[in-house]
């Protein structure tokens, strides 16, 4: 038996009950499996709570945790719109070089959607495209002389708009951020048994960057020939998994569109409630959370769904090697909402079903589905 040691971010908002109740189902799921192994857990904190005490959101204790560990399971922290900090969940991606992130998007029975059989798996470019953060603030100096500069250069279309009242963004992709995500994506494919690879960009648009990334993907393609590949524009690809989402199976897409549709394919399956997410790197260092936000209006209520950080954490069960461990945890939650007694508010058919439990509560209910 082996004690792997794993970084617990705490978050904000409903992070640190939710980080928790995963905990508690992770560390049930290995100690009732035969032959399992165990985890020794380094608990830090991120986001708006540490910021306001320490002036940043990110403490370097934190992010020398998860470099050591190398491994880390964490609970949601929130990131402001328009102003204040950059998301901590990006920051971490670009300085670790966590290049993919994978989002699987799977049906569990007694999740209340309008289909059903969903099992669908993004891989999503983690560290250009929009996400780099490139980006220049209207008004300023700088940002006039790069609308300037960009003008003077420009071949085709030109910046038009009043320097002080436009800001700019830099959407960068690269051959080499593109092979090494797409070919990600053909050996998830081959190593788990799927079928296809579907590609996803917007190339008769933007010509030079996601037209780069299709050429990318199609020479890829070729060494794969075991497995179909196929491409979509990203608008078309978001029609089609809401018409017939049955045809579909890997998909692999630059950051911001990997961004949108991962929220979509979570929608077939019931909600960013059942949806879990991992950002890996190619040293095998490797970040695991939920897809959804930190909800800090229900922070400390003990109300909210617990599911998705749970099986972030069979995720990385399973990343971890304990394979069979992993497929136990992701038992226990599908028996537990399939039940649908001992389950959050979100997951009864009425979501004022006053049995509904809290989240501590339904992770004992998973647990006790472990230990049986």
């Keep these: 038996m082996t004690q792997h040691t794993a970084t617990l971010i705490l978050g904000d908002g409903t992070g640190p009950e939710l980080a928790q109740a995963a905990r508690r189902c992770i560390d049930a799921a290995l100690a009732t499996t035969s032959g399992a192994s165990s985890i020794k857990w380094e608990e830090v904190e991120a986001g ?61 029975k007694g999740v209340r959607s ?72 053909f050996e998830y494919a081959r190593a788990n048994g799927r079928k296809k690879v579907t590609a996803v960009h917007k190339a008769n648009i933007m010509k030079f960057t996601d037209g780069l990334f299709k050429e990318v993907a199609e020479n890829v393609a070729k060494s794969y020939t075991d497995i179909e590949f196929e491409e979509r524009l990203v608008d078309n690809m978001c029609m089609q998994l809401v018409q017939k989402p049955e045809l579909y199976d890997v998909m692999v897409l630059p950051n911001l569109y990997g961004d949108i549709v991962s929220d979509l394919c979570a929608g077939l399956v019931g909600g960013l409630g059942v949806a879990p997410g991992a950002n890996i790197g190619k040293t095998g260092s490797a970040v695991f959370e939920a897809t959804h936000g930190s909800a800090p209006k229900y922070k400390g209520l003990n109300k909210v769904n617990p599911t998705a950080v749970i099986l972030s954490g069979m995720l990385m069960l399973k990343h971890l090697g304990e394979a069979k461990a992993s497929q136990r945890l ?43």
């Design 48 to 108: 708006v709570d540490v910021m306001a005490r320490e002036g940043t959101p990110l403490p370097d204790r934190t992010l020398e945790s998860v470099r050591r560990t190398n491994v880390t399971l964490k609970a949601p922290i929130t990131t402001p719109i328009g102003t204040g900090f950059r998301s901590v969940n990006v920051h971490l991606r670009q300085v670790l070089d966590l290049y993919v992130c994978l989002r699987p998007c799977k049906s569990y």
């Design 114 to 185: 309008r289909y059903q059989n969903i099992d669908l798996v993004l891989v999503r470019e983690n560290t250009e495209d929009l996400y780099a953060g490139v980006e220049f603030q209207r008004g300023l100096p700088a940002t006039a002389e790069i609308i300037a500069e960009i003008n003077k250069r420009a071949t085709g279309k030109k910046i038009t708009t009043d320097p002080a009242t436009t800001g700019v963004s830099i959407k960068p992709i690269s051959v080499e951020n593109s092979e090494r995500i797409v070919k990600f994506a």
């Design 330 to 372: 992701e038992d226990a939650v599908a028996a537990v909402i399939a039940e649908g007694k001992q389950v959050t508010y979100d997951l009864k058919n009425d979501r004022n079903d006053p049995t509904a439990v809290g989240t501590s509560q339904m992770a004992d209910a998973i647990i006790e589905k472990l230990s049986k």
